[in-house]
């Protein structure tokens, strides 16, 4: 029986509020989804919470800023210290002092940058073909994200644009779930385009020198968002690091080999 998730609202600086949904008791595990329309923590994590609940860890599933329940300011940047400074926010207020941190695409980069911003904070870091670790324009030349930004930017946006859109996520498509499709479309027309269109992202490749902590990585070989070479900065950088690459798989690891990416994190963490 799925686990029942306890949503919270936090109040942070800006006037903003942070949405966090948790179960579980123990050590804190927090998952950071990654960008895109109709983006959120649950939408992005379903198929992998259960296991991490039910081995005795609270799990805390975000919304980020622009994102899921949370609050999605227009005619503002979004750069990515306002995703780590609202959210590592919503955290202390939920008295969450120190965490391992699951980071996917953007939400890696958050973790990345909050682990940099509070040394002692992040225990450990598992991070899914992370972003923020190359120059944005990078990213932009992508073909994923290339389309991601041009469907997502037209006024007739449609659950069909948003089926294609997650699919681009994903090597095999029969794991698009027409529930997921729909779920995500829901948050999809409540978001502005400068959630998007205005990201701002630091490459954060010179810094990776600086994360001392344990780091289990995980990378698509047919990622259409972030390019699997990114993992060489972090084995090159890092003194205690290890990545795993998957062939047939694109951005989503943990949803394409949920299983694998379950059982070898869980291990990571216990390690």
């Known amino acids: 029986m ?6 919270t609202a936090y109040n942070v600086a800006g006037g903003y509020e942070i949405s966090i949904a948790e179960a579980g008791e123990g050590p804190a595990l927090v998952f950071i ?25 609270r799990v805390l599933l975000p919304d980020m800023i622009g994102y899921g329940d949370s609050s999605k300011p227009e005619g503002i940047d979004y750069p990515l210290q306002l995703f780590t400074d609202t959210l590592y926010e919503a955290l202390q207020q939920a008295g969450v002092g120190k965490a391992s941190l699951v980071g996917n695409s953007l939400g890696g980069g958050v973790a990345i940058q909050m682990a940099l911003d509070h040394p002692g904070f992040a225990e450990k870091l598992v991070l899914m073909a992370p972003g923020c670790i190359q120059e944005q324009a990078t990213y932009f030349k992508m073909p994923g994200i290339s389309k991601m930004a041009s469907d997502f930017g037209s006024p007739n946006f449609s659950i069909e644009d948003q089926r294609r859109l997650v699919t681009n996520l994903v090597y095999d498509a029969s794991s698009i779930t027409d529930a997921l499709v729909a779920e ?28 001392t902590m344990p780091i289990l990585g995980f990378w698509g070989l047919n990622d259409e968002f972030c390019p699997e070479s990114g993992a060489r900065l972090f084995l090159e950088a890092c003194p205690d690091v290890r990545f795993m690459t998957f062939n047939r798989v694109g951005h989503w690891v943990q949803v394409e080999r949920a299983n694998e990416f379950n059982r070898y994190t869980l291990d990571f963490l216990r390690g």
């Open 33 to 57: 989804h990654g960008s895109g329309p109709g983006a959120s923590g649950q939408s992005n994590f379903k198929q992998n919470i259960e296991t991490f609940i039910g081995a005795g860890y």
């Open 184 to 211: 995500r479309y829901a948050v999809a027309r409540t978001q502005p385009k400068d959630v998007l269109v205005r990201m701002r992202t630091p490459n954060l490749g010179p810094r990776l020198g600086e994360l």
């Open 2 to 7: 799925a686990s029942e998730l306890k949503r």
